[in-house]
T-cell receptor, first 113, second 114 residues
Framework: GNSVTQMEGPVTLSEEAFLTINCTYT??????LFWYVQYPGEGLQLLLK?????DKGSNKGFEATYRKETTSFHLEKGSVQVSDSAVYFC????????????FGQGTELSVKP | ETGVTQTPRHLVMGMTNKKSLKCEQH?????MYWYKQSAKKPLELMFV???????ENNSVPSRFSPECPNSSHLFLHLHTLQPEDSALYLC?????????????FGQGTRLTVV
């Protein structure tokens, strides 16, 4: 079945550091890929998405590129801020598997001043 | 304002109690979902409703009983829960149930079973 694997957290960075959170997936078809973010005490919010190979999703300085050859969708940001502290979830949606969202386990990011 | 509202935000219940979680969306979406979020684990999809019809039930124990009276409201009825059921329960909606292009989540209900 389809699955998503993320790097384990927590990830602790200093402000203005470069961020990478790794995400790889397993899917039988051609899924759409997503990054969601969960701030403390909140539900999940869509951060960015990509629907086909080589697409790049971007939002709020975050980027991720859909890499079919490596089945990856790594999240990057050039300069993190304290306000980026949250839990980040990678997810996929595969039409061939009913289209439901399948999430990774989440990666907690803590940014220190 | 997320467009998806869950109540209550926090709930503590004994193992013999009966309670219900409520979810409401004002986005005009046709699909609604219940997820369970436990520490260090991926979100677990529990139930999917599309156009008020249950289309998926991922082997969830019968002590969890969903209800979708209309496309704007979703309930999760709880009875005789176990301590391991303590978790954050998230409701979500999406425009259509077939292929999820984006899901909108509520803030969740933090459930503690004592």
């Amino acid at each position: 079945g389809n699955s998503v694997t993320q790097m384990e957290g927590p990830v602790t960075l200093s402000e203005e550091a470069f961020l990478t959170i790794n995400c790889t997936y397993t899917a039988t078809g051609y899924p759409s890929l997503f990054w969601y973010v969960q701030y403390p005490g909140e539900g999940l919010q869509l951060l960015l998405k990509a629907t086909k190979a080589d697409d790049k999703g971007s939002n709020k300085g975050f980027e991720a590129t859909y890499r079919k050859e490596t089945t990856s969708f790594h999240l990057e940001k050039g300069s993190v801020q304290v306000s980026d502290s949250a839990v980040y979830f990678c997810a996929l949606s595969d039409y061939n598997q009913g289209g439901k969202l399948i999430f990774g386990q989440g990666t907690e990011l803590s940014v220190k001043p | 304002e997320t467009g998806v509202t869950q109540t209550p935000r926090h709930l503590v219940m004994g193992m013999t109690n009966k309670k219900s979680l409520k979810c409401e969306q004002h986005l005009g979406h046709n699909a609604m979902y219940w997820y369970k979020q436990s520490a260090k684990k991926p979100l677990e999809l529990m139930f999917v409703y599309s156009l008020e019809e249950r289309v998926e039930n991922n082997s969830v124990p019968s002590r969890f009983s969903p209800e979708c009276p209309n496309s704007s409201h979703l309930f999760l009825h709880l009875h005789t829960l176990q301590p391991e059921d303590s978790a954050l329960y998230l409701c979500a909606s999406s425009p259509h149930g077939g292929t999820v292009t984006e899901a909108f989540f509520g803030q969740g209900t933090r459930l503690t079973v004592v």
